[in-house]
């Protein structure tokens, strides 16, 4: 096809959008695709060292429709200033913008007006490596074996893009690979593998009693009290039944453009102020609906408990979370209104990963000191009615009868599996009754879902360590 008649395609494509969904959601479209562009070469290039077109071409690889606007876009990779301009046929243009020890955030014009941050000191006391400086040879054969398979790619697409798997059997490294490009000390994107960070954070405010997990979320824009949304409780929000009318969240597509959870994301300066802005589509408590907002909104509310500032935000996280479980290489990004971006923008190496997920096998407790509210293991991985893909508080669960859960367990997944789960093929899996956690990370297209084989990886990992 030439590039005229991509071009006519994609002006229909935007044309028809408008007439379907309303001109103003259709404006959004660019500079959503841009902005999503921008962020995550800007992340992966500047905090985990990788190569930008290679970004690029595994994450438009890994979504279906992307190429119908990538073809047409300009990536401009500033090496000395650190940052990333998208261009979209004149029509969206967005900048990421590196800082140190930071990661990248969407510019809208304030980077230069940023105040500077002291970043915290890591605590002289982290407990001791998880495994030696070097990655960690499986144990046994079989152990081996289901981790090339993880590796393996299909002779036609979708292809796995595996990027780093890691096994912990009783808190022991057992096992860890790489894909050529990453190291042990990569930071990874999370995504949405982010909630399940937030969540924690979240967990640790409600057992230090700055936080009420059925109480009305103290968020200033809902306190009035014939405002519905002051119904609307912390729980609800972990469990994304909070009914703000923010479309949805669950794929990245060409489609997902459309959705005003991604013009907060992509568009809007301070992502909080428009999510706490929006109205109710349905009452607080009686339906499932995945989205970003949820998680900003939350994010919003720990940057509140821990002082207000985005410094603030990085103090609690270190002293409450990051230095305890010994998390050594992680970053937060923030938006431009210096709220963390806790729904999708945590980057961590696939060790540390791994140890939020031990967090939740000791059941909230690390070296006898307990970090999360007793029972918030058991909070996070109940479902969620009437959330068909098996959504429990913060983390993905296969606990009840949904129909992810219930696919997830026909394809060999234990029933008491609940996991952290970012789009594109992020998983943390914790398995308690196997003593397990599995991190996955690799750019993965999320349909079909055996695509990425994480079930297979599951499922062979566990017969691999039964036993020992």
Not at 16 to 22: D, E, K, S
Not at 73 to 91: C, E, I, P, S, Y
Not at 239 to 264: D, F, I, K, Y
């Amino acid at each position: 096809m030439t590039r005229r008649r991509l071009l006519l395609v994609f002006v229909s494509t935007v044309a028809v959008t408008a007439l379907a969904l309303g001109v103003a959601r259709a404006r959004d479209v660019p500079q959503v695709a841009t902005g999503f562009i921008a962020s995550v070469v800007c992340s992966e290039t500047f905090v985990s060292g990788l190569d930008p077109e290679r970004v690029l071409a595994e994450t438009r690889d890994a979504m279906p429709g992307a190429g119908l606007l990538t073809w047409a876009m300009n990536v401009q990779v500033d090496r000395a200033t650190k940052d990333v301009t998208v261009t979209l046929l004149g029509l969206g243009r967005s900048h990421a913008v590196y800082r140190d020890g930071l990661g990248c955030h969407l510019d809208h014009g304030e980077a230069a007006g940023w105040p500077a941050i002291r970043l915290p000191t890591p605590s002289p006391a982290l407990p001791a490596e998880i495994g030696p400086p070097r990655p960690v040879e499986p144990a046994t054969p079989a152990l081996a074996a289901a981790l090339d398979r993880a590796f393996a790619e299909p002779q036609a697409s979708p292809f796995r893009r595996t990027h780093a798997v890691v096994v912990l059997k009783d808190g022991k490294l057992i096992a860890e690979r790489y894909a050529p490009g990453f190291a042990l000390d990569t930071p990874l994107l999370g995504f949405s593998a982010t909630k399940s960070m937030t969540a924690t954070l979240i967990g640790i405010l409600v057992r230090q009693n700055k936080l009420a997990l059925h109480a009305p979320a103290p968020v200033a824009a809902w306190q009035g009290e014939a405002d519905p949304r002051h119904a609307i409780t912390v729980d609800h929000l972990l469990r994304h039944t909070a009914g703000l009318a923010l479309g949805s969240s669950l794929q990245a597509s060409l489609l997902s453009a459309l959705e005003p959870v991604n013009r907060m994301k992509f568009v809007e300066p301070d992502r909080a102020a428009f999510a706490e802005s929006i109205p109710l589509e349905t009452a607080p408590g009686a339906v499932s609906n995945y989205h970003d907002g949820n998680t900003v909104i939350l994010s919003h509310l720990i940057r509140a408990a821990a002082g207000g500032s985005a410094a603030d935000v990085l103090r609690f996280a270190h002293r409450a979370l990051f230095d305890p479980l010994g998390m050594r290489n992680v970053t937060i990004e923030f938006d431009a209104a210096g709220t963390p971006e806790g729904s999708s923008q945590m980057l961590a190496t696939a060790r540390d990963w791994a140890r939020l997920g031990q967090l939740y096998l000791d059941d909230g407790v690390i070296a006898g000191r307990r970090i999360l509210p007793a029972g918030w293991v058991d909070c996070v991985s109940t479902p969620t009615p009437g959330a068909f893909v098996g959504l429990g508080a913060g983390f993905w669960t296969n606990r009840g009868d949904s129909f992810g859960a219930t696919y997830r367990v026909s394809h060999g997944w234990p029933r008491d599996a609940f996991f952290a789960k970012g789009t594109l093929g992020q998983y943390v899996v914790v398995i308690p009754s196997e003593r397990l956690v599995i991190a996955r990370f690799g750019r993965t297209v999320n349909w079909p879902p055996e695509a990425d084989g994480v079930g297979q990886l599951v499922s062979e990992v566990i017969a691999a360590t039964r036993g020992e």
